[in-house]
């Protein structure tokens, strides 16, 4: 069903919450008319009344590691998406590690888009990394720049070790050699934000959580962020427009530094994850090694800091960070916190697990929309095509009951390994199905929830420039 309409007392456009019904032609948004409007007065345009239900855009995912090819055993293309589509996410954007081989050069990226041909559910666009076998020497950026021509969406650094050996950390002066390039190429820089000066020596953790926040502190975050800001000045100063992004953030107190920032006109933006915002430390128990990731779920105040950052416009947007493994190397049987894998695993629970604790504080669906589909379309240069219900956009939708009460069960999950901290929690709102360009990808009633009409993914790779 290619032409159809959609009416809605809740229609999540670019302005407002509105009563209206939006028509599909051909994958595309074609109108947005008044909620009485009749097409289905049109044989070729059959219409859904959704009530009270909510019409919302797409989620725009733009942090998820996927680990294909070399690591499916943790997760693949096939199981990540769906559980994105279950999500209401319909584009995201794969990182550049945790696979094999990781995603540093031309070669690399042409495996990784062989491995998705067939298995994307959902729209899937790709980070590069950067690591010091490909940063910009002296003499030549060409190893970089093939990268970026062969169609990443931006590159990735680590500024600690990434606990994968492949992707070793920069340093100061590689990043310096980058930022040109990055800028010319008019692409963010994402960094993991963690810097031990200090050099600490690690301390024994076992199944201690505390012990194991101690060993990550918010000093890191806050170093990091500093050294990008330092950077990004001296870029402009220099007269280069770098863009600077600030990965899953979970140090409230980085933001002051950030503001500052972006008072003087540095173009740095900021993300962080659900987790950071429905979770706290002083609520995990010790030995539940599910809830590890890096940088650590902080203090409940911590937490609430993050909120406000959100309603100041500190933190631009809200994703996932899906960072699945096996059980075995979650060590959950043993509670060896220390020797456990980080990475939280909630891929298609963000909307319902931020929204019940975003309507409390004040925050409307429109507000969802724009923190979690329209700014992340806008981050990776696909705002004109997704991220809206307007005419023109993809018609990437989501029907979602933000009334609907339930617990998160380990059954529900799509994603590879049917883990994750949020089992039992009860959240409200619930996807009830999923649109990529007009095309309905999942329906929360039927078996399986993957539509019977769909016998073949219908996701594409998303590369710079061939959108």
């Known amino acids: 069903m290619n032409n159809f309409a959609i009416r809605s007392r809740q229609v999540v456009t670019p302005e407002k919450v ?4 939006v028509t599909v032609k051909n994958g595309l948004i074609d109108e947005i008319l008044d909620y009485n409007a009749n097409p289905s007065a049109n044989p070729d345009c059959p219409l859904l009344d959704l009530g009270e239900l909510a019409l919302m855009p797409g989620l725009v995912d733009t942090h ?8 499916t055993d943790w997760e693949g293309f096939n199981t990540a998406t769906q559980a994105a589509a279950s999500g209401g996410i319909t584009t995201l954007v794969d990182m550049p590690l945790n696979c094999i081989p990781v995603t540093t050069t031309r070669a690399a990226l042409a495996q990784k888009l062989t491995a998705v041909a067939g298995k994307l559910w959902v729209d899937c666009g790709f980070w590069g990394g950067l690591i010091p076998s490909n940063t910009p ?52 820089y994402l960094v993991h934000a963690e810097l031990d000066q200090n050099h600490t020596q690690p301390a024994a953790i076992g199944r201690a959580y505390n012990s194991f926040l101690q060993s990550r502190p918010k000093q890191w975050e806050n170093a990091a962020v ?15 427009d770098s863009r600077v992004h600030i990965v899953h953030l979970s140090s409230a107190e980085a933001l002051e530094d950030i503001a500052r920032a972006r008072r003087d006109g540095l173009n740095i933006t900021v993300e962080t994850c659900p987790h950071y915002l429905t979770l706290c430390a002083e609520a995990i128990p010790d030995g539940k090694t599910l809830f590890k990731c890096c940088p650590p779920i902080r203090e409940h105040h911590n ?38 894998w980080g990475g939280i ?5 963000g909307l319902p697990l931020i929204w019940s604790e975003a309507r409390g504080r004040g925050f409307d669906l429109a507000d969802i929309a724009r923190l979690m589909s329209t700014a992340t379309a806008d981050f990776v240069g696909l705002g004109h095509k997704k991220g809206r219900i307007a005419p023109g956009y993809h018609a ?23 883990i994750t901290p949020y089992a039992g929690k009860k959240v409200t709102g619930e996807i009830q199905k999923t649109y990529l360009r007009g095309r309905l990808i999942y329906d929360n009633r039927v078996q399986d929830n993957f539509h019977e009409d769909i016998d073949t993914p219908l996701g594409r790779p998303l590369l710079r420039g061939k959108f």
């Not at 509105?18 to 019904?21: C, P, Y």
């Not at 695993?345 to 629970?349: C, D, K, P, T």
């Not at 939708?397 to 049917?418: Q, S």
Request: net charge negative; aromatic share 6%; glycine share 6%.
């Open 18 to 21: 509105t009563a209206a019904t």
């Open 64 to 71: 998820v590691h996927i680990n294909e090819p070399g690591r």
């Open 137 to 188: 020497s002296r003499d030549t950026a060409e190893t970089l720049e093939e990268l970026l021509e062969a169609g990443v969406l931006g590159v990735k650094s680590f500024l600690i070790d990434s606990g994968i050996e492949e992707f070793p950390p920069v340093t100061e002066a590689q990043m310096r050699r980058a930022i040109p390039v990055l800028a010319r190429f008019k692409v963010p």
């Open 226 to 240: 500093q050294l990008m800001i330092r950077l990004c000045r001296d870029a402009k100063a220099e007269g280069l």
């Open 303 to 340: 937490r609430e800091r993050l909120w406000q950052g959100l309603a100041q416009g500190l933190i631009d947007f809200i994703v996932s960070d899906h960072s699945p493994c096996t059980p075995q190397l979650k060590h959950i049987d043993s509670g060896d916190i220390e020797k456990a």
């Open 345 to 349: 695993s909630a891929l298609q629970f």
């Open 396 to 418: 990437d939708l989501l029907v979602f009951d933000p009334e609907a009460e339930y617990e998160i069960d380990p059954a529900m999950i799509k994603h590879r390994h049917k």
